[in-house]
């Protein structure tokens, strides 16, 4: 049997061509194969934001919410003022009917958009 690794399509290519690649198959609503291309460029990668966050997005649209929850929380580990990050994270938390854990995300997302009440 041979062991040696052979490469599949989705981790073929540079790290620029994955994440166009993988820009393309979130644009075409196949999350799924997005976030395959991503996992490995993240992996790959791990400082930077902008994979992380689509892999989170990617995660969240195929209901992987467990997957995007801790792609999230990694992201606002590493940067607390993420709004993005936090909106995203409040409302996974949501879909998995975790309300209250939500509230404090999602109040944060919004102070860091400049969203404020009117009183």
């Not at 938390?93 to 995300?105: C, F, T």
């Amino acid at each position: 049997m041979d062991t040696t690794y052979e490469p599949t399509y989705y981790d073929q290519g540079t790290a620029a061509e994955r994440w166009a690649r993988a820009q393309l198959f979130f644009d075409a609503k196949d999350y799924a194969g997005a976030a395959q291309v991503l996992a490995g460029l993240v992996e790959e990668v791990p400082e930077q934001t902008g994979p992380r966050l689509l892999l989170a997005r990617a995660y969240y649209h195929s209901a992987q919410l467990r997957r995007a929850e801790a792609e999230l929380r990694e992201i606002i580990e590493r940067d607390p003022v993420e709004h993005y990050a936090r909106l995203m994270l409040g409302r996974t938390l949501q879909r998995q009917a975790r309300h209250q854990e939500a509230e404090p995300h999602l109040r944060i997302a919004s102070a860091l958009a400049g969203d404020f009440p009117e009183q």
